[in-house]
């Protein structure tokens, strides 16, 4: 069951990130929105827990930076904290 509340929570992360990334005020808005799937797709297989690790964390820190400069609130953000312990232990 673990691994499925960390899958439902990547997932999470996933949508607010491309959610932030449509209201991102840039011309290259397109492209941004294709290099987060690209990363995503790119790194479902990982199975190394510090890979693991940094990759969610840039992803978080990615998402805040997409919030503030898209003007959403980051309330909630703290939400989005994915843990790894014991489910790929």
Do not use: N, W
Not at 37 to 42: I, K
Not at 60 to 79: D, F, H, I, N
């Amino acid at each position: 069951m673990t691994s499925l509340r960390y899958g439902l929570s990547v997932l999470l992360l996933y949508r607010r990130i491309l959610k932030a990334a449509k209201l991102f005020p840039s011309v290259k808005r397109e492209a941004i929105i294709h290099d987060i799937r690209r990363e995503f797709r790119e790194h479902k297989a990982l199975s190394d827990p510090a890979k693991l690790r940094h990759e969610l964390g840039v992803a978080l820190r990615s998402l805040e930076q997409l919030e503030q400069y898209a003007g959403l609130s980051t309330a909630g953000s703290e939400e989005l904290a994915v843990s790894l312990k014991g489910s790929c232990d």
